[in-house]
């Protein structure tokens, strides 16, 4: 069974810092690429940052650039965001998510709530 389970969330002050995890399990964790989406009440869901082939391949939103970092730790199947100077507009709801190109496999996390206080 393919389990991704995210955890790390919380209501932080603007400026603050928070670091999200993703842990992996039940899949080819090397075959897949993955990313952080996160979706705010009423709007589209839109992907934050991916490793989406290899570490030479990582990506992020515009809105987040300098600010998140995403890294991986194999030796744990895990995915880390550390979300640096933290802005309102960062609350959301944030999902992990590991995709195939070769399968188009597509599974997601049940999310972890992310809430910037201004």
């Known amino acids: 069974e393919v389990q991704l389970v995210e955890s790390g969330g919380g209501l932080v002050q603007a400026g603050g810092s928070l670091r999200l995890s993703c842990v992996v399990s039940?899949?080819?964790?090397?075959?897949?690429?993955i990313g952080w989406f996160r979706q705010a009440p009423g709007k589209e869901r839109e992907r934050v940052s991916c490793i989406c082939e290899s570490e030479d391949t990582i990506d992020y939103a515009d809105s987040v650039k300098g600010r998140f970092t995403i890294s991986r730790d194999n030796a744990r199947n895990t995915v880390y965001l550390q979300m640096n100077s933290l802005k309102p507009e960062d609350t959301a709801v944030y999902y992990c998510n590991a995709y195939s190109d070769f399968s188009r496999d597509d599974y997601w996390g049940q999310g972890t709530q992310v809430t910037v206080s201004s």
């Open positions: 039940g899949l080819a964790y090397d075959n897949y690429a």
